[in-house]
């Protein structure tokens, strides 16, 4: 059973490009969560959603910023017209069935936007 | 302030060193866990708890649910503990969880 998995590891962007991350999660789960780790700073919740559903979106920004989990393929968390601001670590967790189950982190998307 | 605290920031061990690392919360949590983050790394889960006391080889975690603690205590460290250790929360009610600035650890041979 493999874990959650991230790709790409790394992704480097111009300003102004859009960014696509792409979270599958462990077989059997339902519920997937970002999070974001800026630069000297800790993990912030960003938005929860289950097949077809944003749960709880209160973390992300409300501009540029998006999120999906379609009933076939990954979730996807997907950035427009990039900023350095931007930069950070993406981690995707998810968990099996409802919201206190527990989360498995996946190894996260490193943004670096030149 | 924030929901989640952690001491030390920072800590420099010898190997071979007894190592505490402390997590205090403000909310009432269904779960605790601690997490391990190396430099350039992805995170990996070492424990998941809602009470007592949980031991993986020399790692060992508590919680007090009463005093809203925790510790992680580290056994015989050695070079390849150095990491950041996070602890992160999961309220009772709410779907996030909730997250340590983290503990910086590096062990000197």
């Known amino acids: 059973n493999a874990g959650v998995m991230q790709n790409p590891r790394h992704l480097v962007r111009r300003r102004g490009q859009e960014a696509r991350l792409r979270c599958s999660p462990m077989?059997?789960?339902?519920?997937v969560y970002w999070y974001r780790q800026l630069p000297e700073e800790g993990l912030k919740f960003m938005v929860y959603?289950?097949?077809?559903?944003?749960?709880?979106e209160s973390g992300m920004p409300k501009e540029r910023f998006s999120a999906e989990f379609p009933k076939e393929g990954p979730s996807i968390l997907r950035i427009q017209q990039v900023v350095r601001g931007d930069s950070a670590a993406y981690f995707c967790?998810?968990?099996?069935?409802?919201?206190?189950?527990?989360?498995?982190f996946g190894p996260g998307t490193r943004l670096t936007v030149l | 302030k924030n929901e989640v605290e952690q001491s030390p920031q920072n800590l420099t061990a010898q190997e071979g060193e007894f190592i505490t690392i402390n997590c205090s919360y403000s909310?009432?949590?269904?779960?605790l866990h601690w997490l391990q983050q190396h430099p350039g790394g992805g995170i990996v889960s070492l424990f998941m708890?809602?009470?007592g006391k949980k031991k993986h080889g020399r790692l060992i975690a508590t919680i007090n649910i009463q005093e809203k603690h925790s510790s992680l205590h580290i056994t015989a460290s050695h070079p390849r503990d150095s990491a950041v250790y996070i602890c992160?929360?999961?309220?009772?009610?709410?779907?996030?969880?909730?997250f340590g600035t983290g503990t910086s650890l590096t062990v000197i041979p």
């Open positions: 967790a998810s968990s099996p069935r409802l919201a206190g189950d527990p989360q498995y």
């Open positions: 077989k059997g789960h339902s519920h």
């Open positions: 959603l289950q097949k077809e559903n944003i749960i709880d």
């Open positions: 909310v009432g949590i269904s779960a």
């Open positions: 708890l809602s009470s």
């Open positions: 992160a929360v999961q309220p009772n009610t709410g779907n996030q969880f909730y």
